[in-house]
């Protein structure tokens, strides 16, 4: 199947600083990718999706200006925790979808793990 | 809105055992509904999804409109079956139908 690759898959960093993670479609193009989170022992909560150039869609309660999605090319979405704090300490997963319309499989990367000091 | 729930957490059952993953589903159209498994140390994947009516693994699941279900079933266990099943929901149109509602899930032991 296809593969979604998530970077980096663990990263730890103090409180009031800003980590990237990216997201990428490997062998295939995504004009759409969606960011989930995921707590420990809960479900995946879907926070935005990500759309090729163009703004990205956030849910209700998810904090724009703190989780800066930015998705420059049909194989990247990046996720940016500005100001990160102890409870943005989460697991993060991205999604991207084949096939370009709603009913493609989703393929999901391999998360990655945000610990804030 | 949608909504999934998976009663169980935790589901425990013995090797050749038939097994039961329960899900319901909250949503005023017409869903699809789609089983995903997470095995220990690997990302997500898709098990399976109602549209498909096809069993993958020896899994199967009937989406029953009347009782807003989408139980996943196999009539007899095996120990690789053990991870984590999320039930997940996708509603209608171009927007909601990319979005993914998820249960939250359920720890599926196969004990030997």
């Known amino acids: 199947g296809a593969v979604v690759s998530q970077h980096p898959s663990r990263v730890i960093c103090k409180s009031g600083t800003s980590v990237k993670i990216e997201c990428r479609s490997l062998?295939?193009?995504?004009?759409?990718m969606f960011w989930y989170r995921q707590f420990p022992k809960k479900s995946l909560m879907l926070m935005a999706t990500?759309?090729?150039?163009?703004?990205?869609?956030?849910e209700q309660g998810v904090e724009k200006d703190k989780f800066l999605i930015n998705h420059a090319s049909l194989t990247l979405s990046t996720l940016t925790v500005t100001s990160a704090h102890p409870e943005d300490s989460s697991f993060y997963i991205c999604?991207?979808?084949?096939?370009?319309?709603?009913?493609?499989?989703?393929?999901f990367g391999e998360g990655s793990r945000l610990t804030v000091l | 809105a949608q909504r999934v729930t998976q009663p169980e957490k935790l589901l425990s059952v013995f090797k050749g055992a038939p097994v039961e993953l329960k899900c319901n589903y909250s949503?005023?159209?017409?869903?699809?509904l789609f089983w995903y498994v997470q095995y220990s140390r690997q990302r997500l994947q898709l098990l399976l999804r109602?549209?498909s009516r096809e069993s993958i693994k020896g899994f199967t699941a009937d989406l029953n409109k009347g009782e807003t279900s989408f139980h996943l079933k196999k009539p007899f266990a095996q120990e690789e079956d053990s991870a984590m099943y999320y039930c997940a929901l996708s509603g209608q149109g171009e927007t909601s139908g990319s979005r993914l509602t998820f249960g939250e899930g359920t720890q599926l032991t196969v004990n030997p």
């Open positions: 999604s991207a979808r084949v096939g370009g319309g709603p009913t493609g499989e989703l393929f």
């Open positions: 062998d295939f193009q995504a004009t759409t």
């Open positions: 990500s759309n090729e150039g163009s703004k990205a869609t956030y």
């Open positions: 109602h549209i």
């Open positions: 949503y005023s159209g017409s869903p699809e």
